[in-house]
């Protein structure tokens, strides 16, 4: 074997390689929902979290509308904190305003 035919066997090598090298990037970027099933151990779970809709208030603050299982939560996100919606109907806060009382 002379140094031409090891040359060409080892830039034969570099394409293959790279090619499977660019397939794989190029799944990783344009198919990721492929290459999750391939990944999966073959169970479809359903998800629970789904964000339904984003509304930015100010470029630093965000309200986000989640559905989680069957209910739906709104979450302000921003400043470094977030604010999540309580459940429920909320409770009456105890002070009854009675016909003379003034706000």
Do not use: C
């Not at 990037?25 to 990721?32: C, G, N, S, V």
Request: glycine fraction near 10%; charge should be neutral.
């Amino acid at each position: 074997m002379n140094w031409i035919d090891l040359l060409r066997a080892v830039f034969g090598l570099a394409i293959t390689l790279g090619l499977i090298g660019l397939a794989a990037y190029a799944a990783r970027k344009y198919m990721p929902e492929v290459l999750a099933r391939l990944q999966g151990t073959g169970e479809r779970r359903e998800k629970r979290l789904r964000v339904i809709e984003t509304l930015m208030l100010d470029p630093s603050r965000r309200l986000v509308l989640v559905r989680v299982d069957d209910e739906e939560r709104l979450l302000l996100l921003g400043e470094g904190r977030e604010l999540i919606e309580p459940r429920g109907p909320s409770a009456p806060s105890g002070h009854d305003l009675h016909s003379g009382d003034m706000l």
